[in-house]
């Protein structure tokens, strides 16, 4: 048991990278005019960052539908995070599911543009969680 948290900081840390990463894409996907492939990865970058949150619990999932309720019961519910975070999680998700699955409808640039910025904003908080709470 003495590993688990070195273990834990890693996962913490891999999910954040993932995040990262996930922001770099959308930002890449925007540029070239992909819009919906941009909202997608906004919305990846917001699910590895609640995941590296859940994992400071042991409480990771890979479940959507599990990840965003696990997030809120945890962290927004009792107030750590505010719940703006909760809100931008679910509007996210849902332009993800657009974007995915509903082929006649198109995202627009602007929809696009504030699904990433909402994204950084979101991992930007956590980050700040996470440092505050020692984790990064």
């Given at each position: 048991m003495a590993e688990e948290p070195c273990v834990r900081h890693r996962e913490v840390a891999l999910y954040v990278d993932r995040a990262h990463q996930m922001l770099?894409?959308?930002?890449c996907n925007l540029n070239d005019g992909f819009y919906a492939s941009a909202v997608n990865r906004a919305y990846y970058a917001i699910f590895h960052a609640a995941?590296?949150?859940l994992a400071t619990r042991g409480l990771a999932r890979s479940k959507h539908s599990g990840v965003i309720s696990t997030f809120r019961q945890h962290f927004?519910?009792?107030?750590?995070?505010?719940?703006?975070?909760?809100?931008?999680?679910?509007?996210?998700?849902?332009?993800?599911?657009?974007?995915?699955?509903?082929?006649?409808?198109?995202?627009?640039?602007r929809q696009a543009y504030a699904d990433l910025h909402d994204?950084?904003?979101?991992?930007?908080?956590?980050?700040?969680w996470l440092k505050q709470e020692g984790w990064l």
């Open positions: 770099v894409v959308a930002e995941n590296a949150m927004v519910k009792p107030g750590l995070i505010e719940t703006d975070y909760s809100e931008v999680y679910g509007r996210l998700m849902d332009h993800r599911n657009v974007s995915d699955y509903e082929v006649e409808l198109l995202i627009e640039n994204a950084r904003r979101f991992t930007q908080r956590v980050e700040q």
